[in-house]
């Protein structure tokens, strides 16, 4: 017997704690370790990884869509929509709002029923942190924050849940790239 192994048995007999509880703490450390190292795999920057997120994508939620045909808001969903998307609106303003490009509108994420594969992020960076528990909640497979949208925080955390995260990107242009 080595002397690492040793010392862990002495600790047990004079500490009351089993070898197997030692087991198991380290096993849940190097799980713990593990899951640190593999977040970042969720951080999607490559044009291949793009593509396997566009490509599992059947049902895109919109967070803070929006009115009117020259706001990116608008134009972006409705553009994913003609290429074959499912688009569930999510707005944060217009409360009056009911349906907007002809589908139901849902006032969160977490309350539209069934699986969302994207949450298309039209929020300002520092908005979206109040937002991370409603989509963390539905548990959608990416979440993709537009050109222009980089909150690092929110993104690590989306990641450490397993959600792939694309940040700084445009859905119509990734989708155009695609030929879609």
Known sequence: MNLCCEREI??????GITP???VAVHHDMMSA??????????????????????????RIAVLGMKEGD??????????AQRAGFEIV???VYYPDATEMLGEKVYRTVSSIPGDVDMVNVF????????????IIAKRP???WFQLGIVNDEAA???AREGIDVIQDRCLLVELRRMGK
Do not use: M
């Open 123 to 134: 929020r300002r960076p520092e908005h979206i942190p109040p937002h991370l528990d409603d």
């Open 141 to 143: 497979k990416s979440v």
């Open 33 to 58: 370790e593990t899951d640190v190292a593999n977040w970042r795999e969720h951080l999607i920057d490559s044009h291949a990884g793009i593509r396997r997120v566009i490509d599992e994508t059947q």
């Open 156 to 158: 690590e955390r989306l």
């Open 10 to 15: 002495y600790s047990c007999r004079h500490t």
């Open 20 to 22: 197997g509880a030692v």
């Open 70 to 79: 020259h706001k990116p808001g608008h134009f972006v969903p409705e553009y």
């Open 89 to 91: 609106p999510v707005p």
